[in-house]
């Protein structure tokens, strides 16, 4: 039975996701956070599509993502890393989906689209503010259909009054009412969600 004690010794037990992450921290080494990456690759790319709309862009998004876990978790305590991934995922889709829509062309400029792109962006905008995409979640799901729907191709889907109203059939004047009552509605649910 000796020979058995051989083979023991050359069996490492795989280390847990927050040994992985314990062992980049110390080191760094871009390797062993790779390592972790990989398998949840495939999921970023979905988030990332549904999101973005885009193969190459969702493509670049899993890269661009990965270089900025190479930051972050130099310094986070990260628990649940399946979790923590797609919210960072989901955040950074988000706010590629804000950035976008800051850049009107000249062609641009006459078109009813240029209304849903300067709508979208004002500062004061509740539904793209880095602390609250978890809230706003939670308070998409509250909102009456109609003003779900509304929010939801006009903010992710950059569809414009005229388009909204064209695939949901819901009357031009009644999609500007709902989207404005539902930022309305998303801004107060996501108000007591910050406050609890």
Known sequence: MKFLKI????????????????AYRSSGDAGLLGKL?????????????????DEDA???????????????????EVENFK?????????????????????????????????????????DEPLFGERKFEALETCLGTLPAAQRKAIQLFYIEEKCYREISQETGFEASKVKSYI????????ICIEKNESK
């Open 180 to 187: 404005q009552n539902g930022k309305r509605n998303l801004k």
């Open 58 to 76: 969702s493509k670049d998004a899993v890269m661009q993502i990965f270089e900025k876990l190479l930051v972050e978790l130099k310094s986070h």
């Open 37 to 53: 990456y990989e398998p949840y690759m495939d999921m970023v790319f979905a988030l990332c599509y549904k999101y973005l709309q």
């Open 83 to 123: 979790s923590w991934l797609h919210s960072v995922s989901r955040n950074f889709c988000l706010m590629q989906l804000r950035a976008s829509r800051t850049f009107v062309t000249a062609d641009q400029a006459d078109s009813e689209d240029v209304e849903s792109i300067m709508v979208s962006y004002e500062e």
């Open 7 to 22: 083979f023991k010794r050359d069996i490492v037990a795989p280390l847990s996701e927050a040994q992985q992450l314990a």
